[in-house]
């Protein structure tokens, strides 16, 4: 019975820090896109 819990708990613990990083994955990528897009800006100021 215990060993059933401990498997129960380390797959749920398992599956929360996939869904983590996917959502760490998600952010930096957006922040990313947030970066390269503040660059452009830049560059086609100073390219005015």
């Given at each position: 019975m215990e060993g059933i819990v401990k498997a129960g708990l380390t797959e749920s613990?398992?599956?929360?820090?996939?869904?983590?990083?996917?959502?760490?994955i998600r952010i930096s990528f957006f922040r990313l896109l947030m970066f390269k897009r503040l660059?452009?800006?830049i560059i086609n100021r100073l390219l005015e």
């Open positions: 613990k398992n599956r929360v820090y996939k869904k983590d990083i996917r959502q760490i660059g452009d800006w």
